[in-house]
């Protein structure tokens, strides 16, 4: 959003209190959008970005509402003190709970949020010392410096105070290294692993995120009102905060503010003009709730945020990103130690994986050494992508080893095998399409920097940050895509993709670079510029594998070849050995005439099958 349209935002909101026209009810109304927007904003955060659905919010904000409500009446705290008491308890409960219910997906995971949605609510009934249904009366008010804020003119400072501290610590954490992770959930999972991000850690952190933001909430709530009962902390709540995320777009930081100010006031008014128009008191809202879904979904799926948004930048002629400079110069990030040339890096040996009946990689041996580049190639379904997987344990052996450094890689996880040193591009991209170019590089340097939650979200790592989208720039300028920093990466052509998984993959500083059909898409031109590039990292000492179905690019490039097929490996040499080898002639050209002579056209003489071989895709 445009600064001065924020600014004055700000300035409307903080003067409205004080003008003596404005109606308590528009106060109160605010008050209740602020509440909501803390919960929404967690969801934002949880579901919107991290694609996990919960319907359980409203559990978290009664456990801050319950906390504060019974420590500040029957144990006499201060409302602060039981503000601190309640974001513990929270944090150990949405810990459980994450760590129990993330491990669910698809419909478990949504299913499992309302069966322990369920169950708090009922423990807030039934508990004696919580008052039962009928809940905790006479909480004592909120004091800020001696200024008591029981009304609510005074509370609505420090809930909007609250929701704009959110909002800014949110968007930080949005746009740091672990907010890069954190947005990877939703589509990338896999390929995060890969670079060493531990994504069951990170969905637990945002649920536990979300979970305190509503516990403020509830602090909020609790001290507003006075008084708390089990009623607003059931699962309907929890379905109209999603409902709110849903409308004012789940993926956007304001969508959390807009969502709740158009639902609340819908419902307001709704509850006012519908028994007028149909002369009945029955809870027909909820009915016109259900269609406003429905147009939602239909019309403005990613909500009603981003249409704003849009027609604001229209109307401003905001500048486009693309022309942005690109980040500041930094500090470089150290790098790793460099084997010395020569030295034995990878070693696989007779690694076997099947898949029920069918053996995809069939007893595969072979080892690479620092400075090197082999090449992997075959026919198509040969199990070249599959290997790959193996070694970066993506899929697991069903027997064999692979030793990196000395070091086994089949016992550990790719995101453990990502931190010995070992990057690799995939067969099918895997980008973030919504995130820039540069960003998703920066994902790729993950584990170059330590800068952890707390910090990103108070903003505290601007050098580690700076440091690593620097990083992220110098790569993307070696690749030749310096020109597209700020561009969506979903927005470049599939060869330009294909480059930026190699830009991504340099940014974690590996020792071994494993590449699946990294020339696929591109230009001859640009092929030309890929193998200069891929030269010079050989130069530098990093050892390459390489998947490629460019005879010529792979002809030229490579040191040493293994060809398979069927999951086999048909034989491994010298490129020049390989291209006279009649196994593999058979193997990409179905068999030679043995009744032509040797050397004559079309014969399986060298003259006539070193082309056959370098011109045919496998």
């Not at 390929?191 to 305190?212: P, Q, R, T």
């Not at 500048?319 to 040339?341: I, T, V, W």
């Not at 052996?397 to 931190?419: K, Q």
Request: with cysteine; hydrophobic share 50%; proline share 5%.
């Amino acid at each position: 959003m445009n600064r001065l349209l924020l600014a004055a935002a700000v300035l409307i909101l903080a003067a409205l209190p004080l003008l003596p026209a404005t109606p308590e009810f528009w106060i109160t109304h605010l008050n209740y959008i602020g509440l909501a927007s803390l919960v929404v904003l967690g969801l934002v955060v949880l579901t919107g970005i991290g694609g996990l659905t919960s319907f359980g919010q409203a559990a978290f904000v009664g456990l801050g509402a319950y906390a504060t409500a019974w420590l500040t009446t029957a144990q006499a705290w201060s409302p602060w003190a039981a503000l601190l008491m309640g974001l513990l308890i929270t944090f150990a409960v949405a810990y459980v709970l994450g760590a129990i219910t993330l491990r669910l997906s698809g419909h478990y995971l949504p299913l499992g949020t309302i069966a322990w949605c369920l169950s708090l609510y009922y423990l807030f009934g039934n508990l004696e010392f919580l008052g039962q249904y009928d809940g905790i009366a006479s909480i004592v008010p909120i004091e800020f410096f001696g200024v008591s804020l029981g009304k609510g003119r005074h509370i609505y400072y420090l809930i909007w105070t609250f929701v704009l501290l959110s909002m800014w610590a949110t968007r930080n954490l949005l746009d740091s290294r672990p907010g890069r992770a954190i947005r990877a959930l939703k589509s990338g999972g896999g390929m995060a692993e890969s670079f060493g991000i531990d994504m069951a850690g990170y969905k637990v952190i945002i649920f536990v995120y979300a979970a305190l933001l509503a516990c403020v909430s509830g602090w909020l709530y609790a001290h507003m009102q006075r008084a708390v009962s089990p009623s607003p902390f059931g699962l309907n709540y929890g379905i109209e905060y999603l409902f709110m995320a849903v409308v004012g777009g789940a993926g956007s930081v304001w969508g959390a503010v807009i969502g709740s100010g158009l639902i609340l006031t819908l419902k307001d008014q709704l509850q006012n003009v519908l028994p007028k128009i149909l002369d009945t008191s029955g809870n027909f809202e909820l009915i016109v709730f259900g269609i406003l879904m429905i147009l939602v979904l239909q019309y403005a799926r990613d909500g009603v945020w981003p249409i704003l948004s849009t027609w604001w930048s229209a109307m401003t002629g905001k500048s486009d990103r693309r022309r942005m400079a690109p980040p500041p110069r930094a500090p470089a990030l150290p790098q790793r130690a460099r084997p010395e040339k020569g030295t034995l890096v990878l070693e696989v040996d007779a690694i076997r994986k099947e898949f029920g009946g069918l053996v995809a990689v069939n007893d595969i041996s072979f080892s690479l050494k620092a400075g090197e580049i082999m090449g992997l190639i075959g026919p198509n379904g040969a199990g070249k992508s599959t290997t790959f997987n193996l070694i970066t344990g993506v899929l697991p052996l069903t027997r064999g080893s692979v030793r990196f450094l000395g070091e086994r890689l089949d016992v550990l996880p790719s995101r453990e095998i990502a931190r010995l040193g070992v990057g690799r591009t995939f067969q099918h991209v895997q980008l973030l399409p919504t995130m820039t170019v540069l960003e998703n590089v920066a994902l790729g340097a993950h584990l170059r920097s330590k800068v952890g939650v707390l910090a990103a979200a108070l903003h505290i790592e601007r050098r580690d940050e700076a440091e690593l989208l620097h990083e992220a720039a110098k790569q993307l300028q070696r690749v030749g895509l310096g020109d597209y920093l700020y561009e969506q990466a979903g927005n470049l052509a599939l060869g330009q993709q294909r480059i930026l998984e190699i830009a991504r993959a340099l940014a974690a500083d590996p020792v071994l670079l494993l590449l699946d059909e990294p020339a696929a898409g591109l230009r001859y031109k640009e092929k030309q510029e890929l193998a200069k590039v891929l030269g010079q990292l050989r130069q530098e000492g990093m050892s390459i594998l390489l998947v490629e179905h460019d005879m010529d690019f792979v002809m030229s490039l490579t040191d040493h070849l293994v060809v398979m097929d069927f999951g086999t490996k048909l034989a491994e040499g010298a490129p020049a050995d390989i291209q006279r080898n009649p196994a593999v002639l058979e193997a990409y050209l179905g068999g030679v005439d043995d009744d032509l002579e040797p050397g004559a056209a079309g014969g399986p003489g060298r003259a006539a099958a070193q082309p056959s071989v370098q011109g045919v895709g496998a």
